[in-house]
């Protein structure tokens, strides 16, 4: 039989005209006990505060983080004298001897480790309870930004409100009751770090001292490093406002008595003040930025401060709404679906986890003078040697966390990351220079807060990641594909350039004449060479020249679209040229990974580097590259990286990426599964090895909108990867490359409906399946600039 696919096309002058405002269903995450502990507390943020809810009725508290409270300060860990071994290390990879060159690189290329991101303190509240408690339910609204807290006692109903509000960058507390002076509590403010708290008429104020030095995790535990002059201040305040009731000021606390309503207002500030700035000798008066914020604070009341958060939030919130079906799964608590999740089952907490990815990125990530992207945790950390150092990986973590940004219709969001880009050219350059003899600028494997570039410590198996700068690159680009802002392109125009000029200076001929990456290494993977050599320094790994070759390529679209037509432009093109290409095993069919035909030492290390081109570039695609998509579907059967890892952090985002673009959706759904299965807290949050990385949640949701959307490729692509799993549903809001939105219906696995919606008035190409059309849209109002253009296909 025939069927009509009817698909509606708009053009539009502005996004306030984006469909997508009005959510589908509510989203709710809920539970029927307060947390037990860190992963199953409730995030809150705003860009600059985060915080874990934990929702306790005798004891609870929040823990809060700042943004930019990190130990140390800047310091110089240039190193001056790699560049002697330099020749001598290429040179023993080009002759083979891995292991001397590894040697090589390990004792005189590596260097200190990064500072980590501190936790700043807890919001304590004891409160006085008598009788049983009944009822209690804790609750994350996902489309107001708001965490509330409700249970009874003696029947009386008792309600905790908290969010975190960007507008007025504070956390707030709310507290009643439904019968009058019900509300006995302490209120109180502590932290893991140096500190003293005092009390002064109805304000909590707690001050504090970050260390000098923090060590990593993985060196075992060790206490902080602090020394008098050294070492970020800070500062918390906690507003106490009642209605009823007493308030009584103690040395370090506050409690509250017989009160009908009480409020919390928290602020809190640190002394940094830009990367290169000594936070103790330069820093920010931290002390009266609180101050100012508290007086502004007070001359608002409760309403005013919600209804300000809610706006906010939900203008970014409600740009997107997803609908993969209901089975009614929602109706226990969100720890119970993930208790007993079962492949087939809960559609619903597909779209949950969607949401809940699109709530981390607004709330840990939001743009301003001293903003910072969401690293490891996103915002959030609660130890004094956070997981990794709660830092910038940038073999892959960091990125990940906004592979979807822009996709959800949340691009504000991406320029945390891009002035972290800008920041890290300054110390870039100095390391291009002083390490390699080379100009423009690089980062290597990690970044903190001090914008340090050099290789770190341990091994040369992670730190020498050439290509870090060049993929904080892809995402400068990637934000002008999506908003077409010129004015932004010129703006980080040089920074990519930059970035290519220290490629082009330090690119070195392999045994044919390629240009290669030496030393190189493949994300942190040992390889097996046929003689057993098992090893990992190599020269153009198959991901650095993917990788670069995406920087030329950007660079040379941005001279396109700016007008540039000069000297670097031609370079580019010859060394596009010259780059090593990608290969595909004449023995497995696979794609290789190295320059040579060898075999991963660890077939099941979960990561494949090799894929960069398929998730993140657009190298290799099903459409214009069959061989090299082969290729690596045999490397994925090989491999099965969805298996390892517990499928979260990395593992599970580059798997479900993978299929996604090779748009398989029954593979997809099975990297979901295990993903769901296996990677999951009970808050929702992504384990990794038993820490919360958030890259496992956001990179997921990159997923979940690829799985509907593609545009990477040239074209819009329309339900490209849609598991059988969600065979009706719905969808508004996605952004598509040159400045489209797109909305979709579907029923039983078919499309019956998309509207997309042009803001910039490009021309695009849009498939389904088998069909294309090419449409012609100008920049216009939609009530005038409607078409209907129908498909016709045979099922």
Same mark, same amino acid.
């Given at each position: 039989?025939?069927?009509? !696919?009817?698909?509606?096309?708009?053009?539009?002058?502005? #996004?306030?005209?984006?469909?997508?405002?009005?959510?589908?269903?509510?989203?709710?995450?809920?539970?029927?006990?307060?947390?037990?502990?860190?992963?199953?507390?409730?995030?809150?943020?705003?860009?600059?505060?985060?915080?874990?809810?934990?929702?306790?009725?005798?004891?609870?508290?929040?823990?809060?983080?700042?943004?930019?409270?990190? +130990?140390?300060?800047?310091?110089?860990?240039?190193?001056?004298?790699?560049?002697?071994?330099?020749?001598?290390?290429?040179?023993?990879?080009? /002759?083979?001897?891995?292991?001397?060159?590894?040697?090589?690189?390990?004792?005189?290329?590596?260097?200190?480790?990064?500072?980590?991101?501190?936790?700043?303190? /807890?919001?304590? !509240?004891?409160?006085?309870?008598?009788?049983?408690?009944?009822?209690?339910?804790?609750?994350?609204?996902?489309?107001?930004?708001?965490? #509330?807290?409700?249970?009874?006692?003696?029947?009386?109903?008792?309600?905790?409100?908290?969010?975190?509000? @960007?507008?007025?960058?504070?956390?707030?507390?709310?507290?009643?009751?439904?019968?009058?002076?019900?509300?006995?509590?302490?209120?109180?403010?502590?932290?893991?770090?140096?500190?003293?708290?005092?009390?002064?008429?109805?304000?909590?104020?707690?001050?504090?001292?970050?260390?000098?030095?923090?060590?990593?995790?993985?060196?075992?535990?060790?206490?902080?490093?602090?020394?008098?002059?050294?070492?970020?201040?800070?500062?918390?305040?906690?507003?106490?406002?009642?209605?009823?009731?007493?308030?009584?000021?103690?040395?370090?606390?506050?409690?509250?008595?017989?009160?009908?309503?009480?409020?919390?207002?928290?602020?809190?500030?640190?002394?940094?003040?830009?990367?290169?700035?000594?936070?103790?000798?330069?820093?920010?008066?931290?002390?009266?930025?609180?101050?100012?914020?508290?007086?502004?604070?007070?001359?608002?009341?409760?309403?005013?401060?919600?209804?300000?958060?809610?706006?906010?939030?939900?203008?970014?919130?409600?740009?997107?709404?997803?609908?993969?079906?209901?089975?009614?799964?929602?109706?226990?608590?969100?720890?119970?679906?993930?208790?007993?999740?079962?492949?087939?089952?809960?559609?619903?907490?597909?779209?949950?986890?969607?949401?809940?990815?699109?709530?981390?990125?607004?709330?840990?990530?939001?743009?301003?003078? @001293? &903003?910072?992207?969401?690293?490891?945790?996103?915002?959030?950390?609660?130890?004094?040697?956070?997981?990794?150092?709660?830092?910038?990986?940038?073999?892959?973590?960091?990125?990940?966390?906004?592979?979807?940004?822009?996709?959800?219709?949340?691009?504000? %969001?991406?320029?945390?990351?891009?002035?972290?880009?800008?920041?890290?050219?300054?110390?870039?350059?100095?390391?291009?220079?002083?390490?390699?003899?080379?100009?423009?600028?690089?980062?290597?494997?990690?970044?903190?807060?001090?914008?340090?570039?050099?290789?770190?410590?341990? +091994?040369?198996?992670? &730190?020498?990641?050439?290509?870090? +700068?060049?993929?904080?690159?892809?995402?400068?680009?990637?934000?002008?594909?999506? #908003?077409?802002?010129?004015?932004?392109?010129?703006?980080?125009?040089?920074?990519?350039?930059?970035?290519?000029?220290?490629?082009?200076?330090?690119?070195?001929?392999?045994?044919?004449?390629?240009?290669?990456?030496?030393?190189?290494?493949?994300?942190?993977?040992?390889?097996?060479?046929?003689?057993?050599?098992?090893?990992?320094? %190599?020269?153009?790994?198959?991901?650095?020249?993917?990788?670069?070759?995406?920087?030329?390529?950007?660079?040379?679209?941005?001279?396109?679209?700016?007008?540039?037509?000069?000297?670097?432009? &031609?370079?580019?093109?010859?060394?596009?040229?010259?780059? $090593?290409?990608?290969?595909?095993?004449?023995?497995?069919?696979?794609?290789?990974?190295?320059?040579?035909?060898?075999?991963?030492?660890?077939?099941?290390?979960?990561?494949?580097?090799?894929?960069?081109?398929?998730?993140?570039?657009?190298?290799?695609?099903?459409?214009?590259?069959?061989?090299?998509?082969?290729?690596?579907?045999?490397?994925?059967?090989?491999?099965?990286?969805?298996?390892?890892?517990?499928?979260?952090?990395?593992?599970? +985002?580059?798997?479900?990426?993978?299929?996604?673009?090779?748009?398989?959706?029954?593979?997809?759904?099975?990297?979901? /599964?295990?993903?769901?299965?296996?990677?999951?807290?009970?808050?929702?949050?992504?384990?990794?090895?038993?820490?919360?990385?958030?890259?496992?949640? $956001?990179?997921?949701?990159?997923?979940? &909108?690829?799985?509907?959307?593609?545009?990477?490729?040239?074209?819009?692509? *329309?339900?490209?990867? *849609?598991?059988?799993?969600?065979?009706?549903?719905?969808?508004?809001? $996605?952004?598509?490359?040159?400045?489209?939105?797109?909305?979709?219906?579907?029923?039983?696995?078919?499309?019956?409906?998309?509207?997309?919606?042009?803001?910039?008035?490009?021309? %695009?190409?849009?498939?389904?399946?088998?069909?294309?059309? #090419?449409?012609?849209?100008?920049?216009? /109002?939609?009530?005038?600039?409607?078409?209907?253009?129908?498909?016709?296909?045979? !099922?």
């Amino acid at each position: 039989m025939n069927k009509l !696919i009817i698909i509606t096309l708009l053009a539009i002058l502005t #996004t306030s005209c984006v469909a997508g405002k009005d959510e589908l269903k509510r989203s709710e995450i809920w539970f029927d006990q307060p947390a037990a502990n860190w992963n199953e507390a409730i995030p809150i943020g705003n860009g600059t505060l985060g915080g874990m809810v934990y929702g306790g009725v005798e004891s609870d508290t929040i823990k809060i983080n700042e943004e930019t409270l990190w +130990s140390g300060e800047p310091r110089d860990l240039q190193n001056y004298e790699a560049i002697k071994y330099l020749p001598e290390i290429r040179q023993l990879l080009l /002759d083979g001897k891995t292991h001397k060159a590894e040697k090589l690189i390990n004792s005189k290329m590596l260097g200190e480790y990064n500072e980590s991101y501190m936790p700043m303190g /807890d919001l304590v !509240i004891n409160s006085d309870i008598n009788g049983k408690v009944e009822n209690y339910e804790r609750q994350l609204d996902l489309e107001h930004g708001l965490v #509330t807290v409700s249970y009874s006692i003696n029947n009386i109903e008792f309600k905790k409100e908290i969010f975190a509000s @960007f507008p007025d960058k504070t956390i707030v507390v709310k507290l009643s009751a439904d019968r009058s002076g019900q509300l006995n509590f302490t209120t109180s403010l502590t932290s893991l770090l140096h500190h003293k708290v005092e009390v002064k008429g109805n304000q909590v104020i707690l001050r504090g001292n970050a260390p000098k030095h923090v060590y990593p995790n993985y060196l075992g535990k060790k206490p902080p490093v602090y020394e008098d002059g050294h070492g970020m201040r800070f500062q918390m305040n906690v507003l106490v406002r009642n209605k009823g009731g007493e308030v009584i000021s103690e040395a370090d606390k506050i409690t509250v008595s017989n009160a009908d309503e009480v409020e919390l207002i928290l602020t809190a500030a640190t002394s940094f003040n830009g990367f290169d700035k000594n936070p103790f000798t330069e820093g920010k008066d931290y002390k009266a930025i609180c101050e100012r914020q508290i007086a502004a604070l007070e001359r608002s009341d409760y309403e005013e401060l919600k209804s300000r958060h809610i706006n906010d939030y939900s203008e970014l919130y409600g740009r997107v709404s997803l609908d993969l079906g209901e089975t009614g799964a929602d109706t226990l608590p969100v720890n119970e679906r993930i208790k007993n999740y079962k492949p087939g089952q809960d559609p619903e907490l597909t779209t949950l986890y969607f949401n809940f990815g699109r709530y981390l990125l607004i709330s840990s990530s939001r743009p301003g003078k @001293f &903003a910072q992207p969401a690293n490891l945790q996103g915002i959030w950390s609660r130890n004094l040697q956070p997981a990794w150092s709660a830092n910038w990986t940038l073999n892959c973590n960091a990125e990940i966390n906004y592979w979807g940004v822009e996709i959800a219709n949340l691009s504000e %969001c991406h320029l945390p990351l891009v002035k972290l880009t800008k920041e890290l050219t300054v110390d870039g350059a100095r390391t291009a220079r002083n390490m390699y003899g080379a100009g423009g600028w690089i980062a290597h494997h990690n970044a903190d807060i001090w914008r340090t570039t050099t290789p770190v410590g341990g +091994s040369g198996l992670w &730190a020498i990641f050439q290509v870090g +700068s060049a993929w904080l690159c892809h995402h400068l680009w990637e934000h002008y594909e999506f #908003t077409l802002d010129k004015e932004y392109l010129k703006e980080v125009y040089p920074v990519m350039k930059g970035a290519a000029q220290f490629y082009i200076d330090n690119l070195q001929r392999d045994e044919d004449g390629f240009l290669v990456t030496n030393p190189s290494e493949s994300f942190e993977n040992h390889f097996k060479k046929p003689d057993g050599t098992v090893g990992w320094a %190599c020269v153009g790994a198959t991901e650095d020249m993917q990788i670069i070759r995406d920087l030329f390529r950007n660079c040379k679209l941005a001279n396109a679209e700016l007008g540039i037509n000069d000297e670097f432009d &031609a370079k580019l093109d010859e060394y596009l040229a010259q780059l $090593l290409p990608m290969r595909i095993s004449p023995t497995t069919g696979r794609l290789q990974e190295w320059r040579y035909d060898w075999e991963p030492a660890y077939r099941n290390s979960g990561q494949l580097g090799h894929g960069w081109g398929l998730a993140v570039g657009n190298q290799i695609t099903p459409l214009e590259t069959p061989e090299l998509a082969e290729a690596f579907i045999k490397t994925l059967e090989y491999r099965k990286p969805w298996e390892t890892n517990e499928c979260s952090s990395w593992t599970g +985002s580059f798997s479900a990426k993978f299929w996604t673009r090779l748009w398989n959706g029954k593979m997809l759904q099975t990297v979901f /599964d295990n993903h769901f299965e296996q990677a999951v807290f009970p808050n929702l949050t992504s384990n990794f090895r038993g820490f919360w990385m958030i890259d496992g949640n $956001l990179g997921i949701m990159s997923a979940i &909108a690829e799985m509907l959307l593609q545009s990477h490729t040239g074209e819009i692509v *329309l339900l490209p990867a *849609l598991p059988s799993k969600y065979p009706n549903g719905e969808v508004k809001g $996605l952004r598509a490359r040159n400045g489209f939105v797109v909305d979709m219906k579907w029923e039983n696995s078919e499309l019956t409906e998309a509207v997309i919606y042009s803001e910039q008035g490009k021309d %695009c190409k849009v498939r389904y399946k088998e069909k294309v059309i #090419t449409l012609n849209l100008k920049k216009g /109002d939609k009530s005038t600039l409607t078409i209907n253009l129908i498909f016709k296909r045979e !099922i």
